[in-house]
């Protein structure tokens, strides 16, 4: 039984048959190589070649590709030549690995303005697309919140303690050193400004307002973005690469109850007592540079900061820290459950989650401020 694979010629006219034997494959890669060079050697001159595939023992990727390569080879030179006789599976073979040309991409200029108009077009669509997504996963968890409190076996209040853990208590620290040196800088600053009127006494109107109302929940819902939101799209997104919510799913549990109720109802309770935190640690380090750059006692600081803000002052920034922290929990969910099978994707999304949680936020303090002022509040 013959094993090297072999090519024996016959012409007859214009035209050579070419009967293949033996075992083209992987093994005997150089013989492949021979045979086929001595195949395209043989066929010089004649008009069409036929190769006889019925004696082939055995076939691999290589041999069935070396054939292939043949076959086009000698079509590049003027010869029709064409396969017979080969074998169900080695005419699959065949064609798997049939050489496919491909078409060059037509050369398209471009013009910048339009290329600058499509960018801009493709950011309308996608920022549409984001707030539909962003409104129906809302309807989501609107729903899982209902279904939770029709069937309240179905909360998970272990899962929100830890979350409130991850979210409130270990984000003091860094939220209440930063607010309080906030604090200070902008009694700094408004103190030496307003030292050329005169005018001195002001800066605690300035601290108490500008901390009550803006700075305090601003400053904490954007750490808490770049803190929290990262840690819930980075947790999300490597369980969707591992396919955990997938095994979820599987097991009759609902993901959306599991794993971003608990977190967005962490950073609405949170939020809240941290922006408080943070008003208090800014007011302290608003009124110790009073105290040390402006000459303003704790006692006088105390005495016109009650008289330089009301209950509706404090208020304000309360009112609005639930709802930021609602805007920031669902898009850093959504960016998570958006993650893909990579490490790279999975970079992308928490990167998103975080721009788009901080644009949100001011965006959504702009609205608030604006109500507000229309209120008279």
Request: aromatic share 6%; proline share 3%.
């Amino acid at each position: 039984m013959t094993t090297e694979p072999n090519a024996s010629t016959e012409q007859a006219g214009d035209e050579i048959r070419a009967a293949l034997a033996g075992r083209w494959v992987a093994a005997a890669a150089p013989e492949v190589e021979a045979q086929a060079g001595a195949l395209l050697a043989a066929a010089e001159g004649a008009r069409r070649v036929i190769i006889d595939l019925s004696h082939i023992e055995r076939l691999d990727t290589l041999g069935a590709w070396v054939l292939d390569r043949t076959r086009h080879e000698l079509g590049a030179k003027g010869l029709k030549a064409d396969f017979v006789g080969a074998r169900a599976e080695h005419r699959i073979l065949l064609d798997e690995v049939a050489y496919r040309g491909f078409a060059e991409a037509p050369v398209v200029r471009h013009s910048r303005l339009v290329d600058f108009l499509v960018d801009i077009g493709k950011a309308v669509v996608g920022t549409g697309r984001d707030i539909a997504q962003g409104t129906s996963f809302l309807g989501e968890v609107v729903a899982g919140l209902v279904r939770v409190a029709l069937r309240p076996s179905r909360f998970r209040l272990p899962a929100l303690v830890h979350q409130l853990e991850q979210v409130a208590f270990r984000g003091v620290p860094i939220i209440t050193l930063i607010s309080f040196l906030v604090g200070c800088i902008v009694a700094q600053q408004g103190i030496f400004q307003l030292q050329r009127f005169g005018a001195q006494p002001f800066v605690v109107d300035l601290v108490g307002i500008l901390v009550l109302r803006e700075l305090a929940v601003l400053l904490t819902s954007i750490m808490v973005a770049g803190r929290s939101g990262s840690a819930f799209t980075a947790e999300i997104g490597s369980m969707k690469m591992r396919e955990e919510i997938d095994a979820l799913r599987v097991m009759g549990l609902d993901p959306v109850e599991v794993l971003i109720i608990p977190r967005v109802l962490a950073l609405i309770v949170g939020l809240p007592i941290l922006t408080f935190l943070s008003s208090m640690a800014a007011l302290f380090g608003g009124g110790l540079v009073a105290w040390i750059y402006g000459g303003i006692s704790p006692e006088i600081f105390l005495a016109r900061l009650q008289g330089a803000i009301a209950m509706s002052t404090f208020l304000v920034g309360l009112i609005k820290a639930p709802f930021m922290a609602l805007v920031i929990g669902l898009i850093a969910s959504l960016e998570g459950l958006a993650v893909q099978g990579s490490a790279e994707s999975l970079g992308r999304q928490v990167t998103s989650s975080v721009v788009k949680s901080i644009f949100m936020v001011i965006l959504v303090d702009g609205l608030f401020a604006m109500f507000f002022a229309a209120i008279n509040y």
